[in-house]
């Protein structure tokens, strides 16, 4: 089985209001997200870490949907998370509830390439000119694109792979911003699964009125 746990418990310090329950075409962000993930054949259970403000608000009643509070940090939030999934998950995903494009093609495509591979995060290529700068903001050199690419979510591994790497987390008190980041740790690579319809995180106000447009 696949279990999901959505991140979803930061206070959008960035954005100014609460980005996860703005509407993005009549729906909070939020709404998109969940739906896009408890509609997935392949998701067996969906554990939302929330507040439950944010809970009560969107109003979604389904029994493969599981409501537990965030932590201080983000892994403590999926930290809470993996606690949380069921004793026969066979696979863990975690996606960041702001980003609401996710589509069951690329969940698909990651779980096809996490079976394979052990672990597998949805990506997509720097196509862009990348350039490194000062302190003082000025460019001063180029950065080549060869091999980069911007981490997305969902990230899917086997399920004691990443309680394994969590394990690990939580004794060495290190701080990580991404599943993939703590499989590094305990020296597990971590398969990039190309999306060809990017879903890019909602960070800044502006970020919304794009995706509305696109």
């Known amino acids: 089985m696949l279990s999901v746990i959505i ?9 100014g209001f609460d980005k996860l329950m703005a509407p993005l075409n009549g729906k909070p962000v939020l709404h998109h997200t969940l739906t896009a993930l408890l509609t997935a054949a392949e998701v067996g259970e ?24 965030g932590g201080s940090e983000r892994h403590d ?46 990506a997509r290529k720097i196509t862009e000119t990348v350039k ?22 969902p990230q899917i591994f086997k399920a004691d792979l990443l309680r394994k790497a969590y394990q690990h987390v939580k004794d060495s008190s290190a701080l990580v911003t991404d599943e993939v980041s703590a499989l590094e740790l305990i020296g597990i ?4 699964a190309e999306n060809a319809t990017p879903n890019p995180k909602i960070t800044f106000p502006h970020d919304l009125v794009i995706l509305e447009e696109s």
Do not use: C
């Open 132 to 153: 490194r700068s000062n302190d003082q903001q000025f460019a001063i050199e180029s950065v080549s694109r060869e091999n980069l690419w911007l981490m997305e979510t």
């Open 189 to 192: 690579p971590t398969f990039l």
């Open 77 to 122: 939030s999926v930290a809470n998370g993996i606690a949380a999934i069921s004793a026969d998950s066979s696979y863990i995903a975690v996606h960041d509830g702001a980003r609401p494009l996710i589509t069951h093609e690329q969940i698909t495509n990651v779980l096809n390439s996490a079976k394979q591979h052990g672990a597998a995060t949805s």
């Open 7 to 15: 991140v979803a418990a930061g206070s959008s310090r960035r954005m």
């Open 46 to 69: 969906v554990i939302l870490v929330s507040t439950q403000e944010r809970y009560d608000e969107l109003n979604i009643s389904n029994p493969n949907l599981k409501l537990v509070s």
